[in-house]
């Protein structure tokens, strides 16, 4: 069974950082992508970063670009996120998520950890 539990997540002022930790568990990690996105209040969710496990190939929205920083483990059971320079619009639920054989379309998903960002 597929388990995917996020941390990390926290309150910090513009400009700070935040690291996000996604421990997996459950599935053959070489065979999925895994990936993190995020849904602010009355907006619909969106991916933020996204992981290839056997390519190590990455992907990331275009306002996080620069900043954010998607990155596995080396025993490939954590994914992490980086994210520095934060800015308010970054304020979001954050969410892992794991696709078999990168379908996005058919993903797990984690629990969430909450990121606030003031200015």
């Known amino acids: 069974q597929v388990q995917l539990v996020e941390s990390g997540g926290g309150s910090v002022q513009a400009g700070g950082s935040l690291r996000l930790s996604c421990a997996a568990s459950g599935y053959d990690y070489s065979s999925y992508c895994m990936g993190w996105f995020r849904q602010a209040p009355g907006k619909e969710r969106e991916g933020v970063a996204t992981?290839?496990?056997?390519?190590?190939?990455?992907y990331y929205l275009t306002s996080v670009k620069g900043r954010f920083t998607i990155s596995q483990a080396n025993t490939k059971n954590t994914l992490y996120l980086q994210m520095n320079n934060l800015k308010p619009e970054d304020t979001a639920m954050y969410y892992c998520?794991?696709?078999?054989?990168?379908?996005?379309?058919?993903?797990?998903w984690g629990q969430g950890t909450q990121v606030t960002v003031s200015s």
């Open positions: 992981f290839t496990t056997r390519t190590g190939n990455t």
């Open positions: 998520a794991a696709a078999r054989y990168c379908r996005w379309s058919d993903k797990y």
